[in-house]
């Protein structure tokens, strides 16, 4: 009786298997994996063989953190969202501070939930271990409550925290001055640069620092125009540590700086910082192949900064639009989405009043993420040559124009040609042409080794792997992996992104 309730209670576990099947794994390779993963998050106390792994697909429920690092090593091996429910496991229960997205609007809990995360992230100064509490929100559970950010505070159009601060502030002196603030602001811009130029894993730490530090001048009391600068310092800080997450691959934790960066732009009263945040989720969605969640949240964005954003963030966001569109299999609509992107950027002046956070967005910028639609979209369509031919001009165009800028100065941009370069690989990929395929990504193997950027590196062996698998008997694609095995190791440490 015992025995038939035993086995009742624990089935084979269909969903996992499905999962570790098309993985191409070996149960001893996904032990390697998961023990790997752990050690990494510090839970140096997991031990995991393939007897273990063969209970779990036996149906045995295994206890946190397996769940999310399963969770995590199957989302990167796939490049999509594979949830701890997708694998037919249980997930203990988190507080929504900690691991949701469904955060109340306020601005004393944002200022709260900023300051306890960036501490927790300075503190458990690992590689993903923030993974360990948190989960990555897709669909619906992401979109509809950041649909929230428009909604209208009760007070004015900055949060009801900054209400509160006013309220407080009559009994107390000014805490910051303008020099201050200013020399604060200057940071955040100096910080930008320096991702521009290295890549997110290089002064990540430094930004949450920042962060941190801003969070504990919002707990003090602060006239309304002080409070409402140093909340846009904080979305400003929060969606670059969101950046600089994403860019090493570290994407539950991008994803709640990048929630945490929307509130607190909600709080400054800043659309357009807000519509610009929402772009950042946007492009981490396609990159996790949730193309439709990606649309949503640009047209989320577009509605949000309709009025108030400037020509050149208006032109950023159609670019992103008909990336959304090309990864669906939707031409028409990418097309129309290009076109309007390039007749939106040609009203751009110089002195129309851009942040700084949006003047990356160059012409440079600009054929590179029409270029990458193309080309998603000839792969979306089957490697398809007429999308290959329209993609050509305008990643030649993006690497031709972000070389000219490195040549000029070295440290500027190397991440942006990193990733053209590898793009027109891909595109000579496409066209059956891999000695100019090799010749670029060889090219952008050099830059990839100056810049600590694992988008760039995934990209880069995703790129490398197509080639092999297609031209693996030529002896310069065969030399080419060669290299890139030996300068680029590990390759299995690292999430792959979307190419």
Request: hydrophobic share 35%.
């Amino acid at each position: 009786m015992d025995g038939n309730r035993e086995s009742a209670e624990k089935r084979p576990n269909d969903h996992l298997g499905s999962w570790f099947l098309r993985s191409g794994w070996s149960k001893g390779e996904l032990a390697r994996q998961v023990n790997r993963r752990a050690r990494q998050l510090g839970a140096h106390h997991i031990s995991t063989d393939t007897s273990r792994v063969r209970r779990w697909l036996d149906g045995e429920q295994p206890r946190e953190p397996i769940p999310r690092i399963l969770s995590e090593l199957l989302s990167e091996r796939f490049g999509c969202v594979v949830s701890v429910e997708d694998l037919g496991l249980r997930m203990h229960h988190q507080a929504p501070s900690v691991s949701g997205v469904d955060l109340p609007w306020t601005g004393p809990q944002t200022v709260s939930l900023i300051n306890e995360f960036s501490r927790s992230d300075l503190m458990l100064a690992r590689r993903g271990f923030l993974g360990t509490s948190l989960t990555l929100a897709a669909g619906p559970a992401l979109v509809e409550p950041m649909q929230r950010w428009l909604v209208p505070n009760p007070g004015g159009t900055a949060g009801t925290g900054q209400a509160e601060v006013i309220r407080v502030d009559r009994a107390r002196s000014v805490r910051l001055s303008g020099p201050e603030l200013d020399m604060l602001e200057s940071t955040t811009r100096m910080f930008r640069k320096w991702d521009a130029q290295c890549g997110g894993g290089l002064r990540r730490k430094a930004v949450v620092g920042q962060l941190h530090e801003v969070t504990d001048l919002l707990q003090e009391s602060q006239p309304s125009r002080i409070s409402r600068r140093l909340f846009r310092a904080a979305a400003e800080l929060a969606e670059l540590a969101g950046w600089m997450s994403y860019d090493i691959g570290l994407q539950p934790t991008a994803q709640k700086y990048f929630v945490l960066a929307l509130h607190a732009a909600r709080e400054a009263g800043d659309r357009p910082l807000g519509a610009y945040v929402l772009s950042s989720m946007s492009r981490q969605m396609i990159h996790l192949g949730r193309s439709e969640d990606a649309l949503e949240l640009i047209h989320l964005a577009q509605y949000g900064g309709r009025e108030s954003a400037t020509a050149r963030t208006q032109a950023m966001l159609h670019s992103l639009e008909a990336r959304a569109y090309a990864n669906m299999g939707q031409p028409n609509k990418c097309h129309r989405a290009v076109r309007t992107a390039e007749e939106t950027f040609a009203d751009c002046t110089p002195g129309d009043g851009d942040p700084d956070w949006i003047r990356f967005f160059s012409e440079a910028e600009l054929h590179a993420e029409n270029a990458h639609s193309y080309r998603d979209l000839a792969y979306v369509a089957g490697r398809s040559p007429t999308y290959a031919h329209l993609a050509q001009p305008h990643m030649l165009q993006a690497v031709e124009l972000f070389g000219r800028e490195v040549s000029q100065n070295p440290t500027s941009h190397q991440r942006s040609y990193a990733l053209n370069l590898i793009g027109m690989a891909t595109v000579h990929l496409l066209q059956r042409d891999p000695e100019q395929c090799t010749v670029l990504a060889t090219r952008a193997l050099d830059v990839a080794q100056k810049v600590r950027s694992e988008r760039v590196n995934n990209r880069l062996r995703k790129t490398v792997d197509r080639a092999v698998r297609q031209y693996g008997h030529l002896t310069e694609v065969a030399s080419l992996a060669e290299n890139l095995h030996r300068l680029l190791p590990d390759s299995s440490d690292v999430t792959p992104a979307a190419v």
